[in-house]
């Protein structure tokens, strides 16, 4: 049975909720059940923001995790909240540029990648959600390449979809990374 | 073929409202569920409707009130510290038989309280937050699906029977996002409505709305009134859902999205060789003692799982009659009970 319990957490603005829309939006075309669970109210504005997505290929039952397979994490503080909700052998991606804490599990798989930095070589800081969903998506198989990018046309408003070219670039330099 | 789409709770009952018709909302913003309001300030326009935002809960509902007067389709929406806003409003229209919607999408109470789901307003909703022997149809949906399914009945309800209905969600279930397939048309029950205000032209008696019977004799036939058509909502609809009851050792009870969480528990308890049911009221009001009358000689006893300090568990003990024990496990002021604190009341039950 397919089941991908996915937790995503770091600040507010660093496109942590979109990243979590993607991922549910691309498990939909592939006509998975999936869902997504938003953190809401004041820790959204400028504060922590995680959001708890579930894709699976029978009825989820709750969309509230209390544990985790895979978990991306883009600050320190997520990383001291969410490490201890993977399960064992499950899957961590860091974003090392702002992540500069190491996590004390030893019993799941951590993946470090500087996604910061990578986004701010390519000259949009907004990507490095990019690259972390690109090595999600490699990792858990959880949908293929091509609903990611029918997701993003799906989901981003038509004035950014120009820039869908390079995000799937970034996309699959984070897969290879 | 329908429309498959990822929404948001809260953008789903305003979608569904507006697809069974209703062209009147008045509201006034409240988180969790500003997106209905937001919503449908962007939807409305579209569809030569009416979109209000009001200058206090109260004036909402009191909107309300007037525009289902005139015999239109009308909601309002909320939460928690505002319904109570609201509830005067609610109490009116209930006297004068006024059919409308309104949602709450309960947070953490009493008073101010927090943003975080809750479902402490299950007393307030079913039991009358109003003064007054009145009742509202209270509909309690699991998912993203069912709150358009239920949020276009509970327009069809309300139209039947001349009631307020109630949509009762809580944050989890307006601020996630699931799939949603709605169908191309909606079948928009007719209904007769003779008895709206909205202008006789001179070719009729004039129809008054009101809730004011001095007569303490013509109050009492006007409660009898009432109280028929809530008997007539007791026998003909109930709802509910049984999951996994077959053989179960303990019946969970639970809406809402708790009883998703409840799913969770049945599975994990699997995986440990207990074996659990869920019996899930989607009708709060009226409470599917028919449900119960299925089950309750199969558990040893009922769980009722909420998130509050235990109030539709009194309604369990009730539909249970003594039959069979009845506990209760929650969380309170925006925390969500787990799997693993379902889970370990169960154990606690079963002396594991």
Redesign the interface.
């Known amino acids: 049975m397919l089941l991908h319990e996915i937790i995503i957490a770091g600040f507010g603005g660093q496109g942590v909720l979109s990243a979590g829309?993607l991922l549910?939006?691309a498990g939909?075309l592939e006509d998975k059940?999936?869902?997504?669970?938003?953190s809401?109210?004041?820790e959204m504005r400028g504060g922590t923001a995680n959001c708890m997505v579930v894709i699976s290929d029978e009825a989820?039952?709750?969309?509230?995790l209390?544990s985790c397979s895979a978990l991306i994490v883009m600050n320190n503080p997520s990383l001291e909240k969410f490490e201890k909700w993977l399960k064992p052998g499950g899957l961590l991606i860091t974003d090392s540029s702002l992540v500069l804490k190491k996590p004390s599990r030893t019993d799941i798989k951590v993946i470090e990648i500087p996604a910061t930095q990578l986004a701010n070589e390519v000259g949009n800081k907004t990507y490095s959600n990019i690259y972390l969903l690109g090595k999600l998506v490699k990792e858990t198989q959880c949908f293929g390449v091509e609903s990611f990018e029918k997701a993003l046309y799906g989901i981003l408003p038509k004035r950014k979809h120009h820039m869908i070219p390079e995000e799937m670039e970034v996309f699959k330099t984070g897969m290879n990374y | 073929m329908g429309q498959?789409l990822?929404m948001k709770g809260n953008e789903v009952i305003a979608e569904a409202a507006v697809r069974a018709g209703c062209r009147h909302y008045f509201g006034y913003p409240i988180?969790?569920q500003t997106e209905i309001a937001h919503y449908m300030a962007k939807r409305m326009p579209e569809v030569g409707g009416v979109f209000l935002q009001a200058e206090s809960e109260v004036s909402a509902i009191n909107m309300v009130y007037g525009a289902a007067s005139t015999g239109k389709r009308v909601m309002t929406s909320s939460s928690s510290p505002g319904i109570s806003l609201k509830q005067e409003g609610i109490s009116y229209a209930s006297g004068a038989e006024l059919p409308a919607v309104i949602v709450n999408i309960m947070r953490g109470g009493p008073g101010l309280g927090g943003?975080?789901p809750s479902q402490s307003d299950y007393f307030q909703a079913t039991k009358g937050g109003g003064h007054g022997d009145y009742h509202m149809v209270v509909l309690a949906p699991a998912s993203v699906q069912e709150l358009y399914e239920l949020t276009v009945e509970a327009f069809n309800i309300a139209d039947r029977y001349r009631i307020l209905t109630m949509i009762l969600g809580d944050?989890?279930l307006g601020?996630?996002?699931?799939?949603v397939n709605f169908r191309d048309e909606e079948k928009i029950e007719s209904s007769d409505k003779s008895w709206a205000a909205c202008g006789h032209e001179n070719k009729r008696e004039h129809n008054t709305i009101t809730s004011i019977h001095i007569d303490p004799a013509v109050l009492e036939q006007w409660n009898l009134r009432y109280q028929k058509k809530y008997q007539a909502i007791i026998e003909n609809e109930q709802r509910y859902e049984l999951y996994n009851c077959e053989d179960a050792d303990i019946i969970l009870v639970a809406y809402g999205?708790v009883a998703?969480?409840c799913?969770?528990v049945?599975?994990e308890a699997q995986a440990q060789g207990i074996k659990l049911g869920l019996l899930r009221p989607i009708t709060l009001w009226p409470f599917p003692v028919e449900g119960f009358e299925k089950v309750v000689n199969i558990p040893k006893a009922f769980l009722t799982v909420e998130m509050s300090a235990g109030q539709m568990v009194e309604d369990v003990k009730l539909a249970s009659n003594g039959r069979k024990p009845v506990y209760f496990t929650g969380r309170m002021g925006g925390m969500?009970p787990?799997?693993?604190n379902v889970l370990s009341k169960v154990k606690e039950i079963l002396g594991r």
């Open positions: 829309r549910a939006y939909m059940e999936v869902s997504f669970l938003p809401y109210g004041p989820i039952a709750s969309p509230v209390n | 498959k990822l988180t969790p943003i975080q944050g989890v601020q996630m996002m699931e799939v999205s998703r969480i799913k969770g049945i599975k969500i787990t799997v693993d």
